[in-house]
């Protein structure tokens, strides 16, 4: 089958690689018929995560039809139209039980690497490199589904297949930021980061039944969707000091809650985010937190700040004292998809989330490499590149 695969730093290749087959009785095969590129796919594309080897396929958002079912697979037929969370979870271990999907303690076949990073191993993602399992992505024609009585959803009729591309990360991961970061009616929320997560997480903030949602970015194309699609306000960072902003339209308090949607390649105007890429760029820190920073400034004391954008390492000049004197709460999780799915497609079916507009440039996989770069460079107003297989 043809793939788009990982051939080093920044080189992108559609190739030929092996169809994938069931190699467990709880797996499925499903025929992609949409995948989609997405932000933290940009640190595999840089080199900023570990354990990639040339000839990696790469993605891990998709939806499609099952083709072929392994023989203990209880809840999927052939012909079943579905989407995949990004995370594969056993649904039988502590994790699982307790609706911690994306921190499975079996899927994460190479589980030494992150655990000498972090301490302990989170649970596999599909096309993550090898120190998330080590799984083939979904840029393909076929993807391998494990345990996918747990992973993969029978999308209703009411949601067309684009509509629920969204739902294997980008919606479920903005909903756990808003539901984990704890905000609830009344609430005013702030979210950094205008792109599908950051957008996906202020729409869930405004369901959970906040007050007032802040959505802030640079780019107009996005902060225009924040409004036409999500109706939440924003905030342009390259116009304005956000910090002063946010007070200005919280009454002098700061948001109640504040979601981080950008990650470790944050950036901004000043001196500040100079400062990190050098030092990232000489691997003193991986992640620049340029945005977890100012997200923890904003708050206001006693409020909670959730890492959603995906950071891989060490951080500096972290304000832990802001932290700790504003008896801040800091949390933040990979997402547990297979926990909010059902409920999800429930909502995309009766109309109440937008997500098909996040799919602003769809393309054939042969485009892949093309692809990717406009969604690097953001180019013609790039939110995700789509592609068809
Ligand atoms: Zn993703
Ligand atoms: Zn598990």
Redo the contacts with the bound molecule.
């Keep these: 089958m043809k793939a788009l695969c990982w051939e080093g730093v920044n080189r992108l290749a559609v190739e030929r690689v092996p169809d994938p087959r069931i190699q467990n009785a709880h797996d499925v095969i499903v025929k992609v018929r949409y995948t989609t590129s ?4 940009l640190h595999l594309l840089d080199g900023y995560i570990p354990a990639m080897e040339a000839g990696d396929v790469i993605g ?2 998709f939806m499609g039809e099952v083709v072929e079912v392994g023989p203990e697979v209880t809840k999927h037929s052939v012909g079943d139209r579905v989407v995949v969370v ?1 995370f594969i979870g056993c649904g039988s271990c502590w994790y699982c039980d307790n609706d911690l999907w994306s921190l499975c303690d079996n899927t994460n076949t190479n589980p030494g690497i992150t655990q000498g990073l972090w301490g302990q191993d989170p649970g596999g993602i599909f096309g993550y490199s090898h120190a998330m399992g080590g799984f083939m992505g979904s840029h393909a024609e076929y993807v391998r589904v494990p345990f996918a009585d747990h992973g993969a959803f029978t999308v209703p009729e009411e949601v067309d297949d684009l509509t629920a591309l969204f739902a ?3 919606l479920p ?1 903005g909903w756990m930021g808003a539901h984990l970061g704890g905000v609830g009616p009344g609430d005013t929320v702030a979210v950094w980061g205008a792109g599908g ?1 950051g957008q996906m997480a202020a729409h869930a903030a405004m369901l959970l039944g906040a007050e007032q949602v802040v959505v802030i970015d640079r780019l107009p194309e996005r902060l225009g969707m924040v409004q036409q699609h999500v109706g939440a306000e924003t905030i342009d960072y390259t116009a304005t000091d956000v910090g002063a902003e946010l007070r200005e339209r919280t009454g002098g308090r700061g948001p109640d809650v504040c979601i981080e949607a950008v990650g470790q390649e944050s950036a901004t105007n000043g001196p500040e985010y100079l400062y990190d890429k050098v030092k990232q760029q000489l691997r003193l820190e991986n992640d620049r937190p340029i945005a977890m920073r100012e997200a923890v400034m904003a708050c206001r004391k006693g409020g909670s700040v959730f890492a959603l954008g995906v950071f891989a390492g060490l951080v500096d000049k972290f304000p832990l004292g802001a932290l700790m004197n504003k008896g801040l709460t800091l949390r933040g999780a990979q997402q547990h998809g297979q926990r909010y799915l059902p409920m999800l497609l429930d909502r995309l079916a009766r109309g109440e989330i937008s997500t098909s507009h996040l799919a602003t440039h769809v393309m054939a996989l042969d485009e892949g490499p093309r692809g990717y770069d406009m969604f690097k460079n953001k180019e013609d107003g790039c939110v995700r590149a789509v592609f068809q297989p």
């Design positions: 997405c932000g933290s796919d891990h958002e990004s294997s990360d980008g991961t997560v």
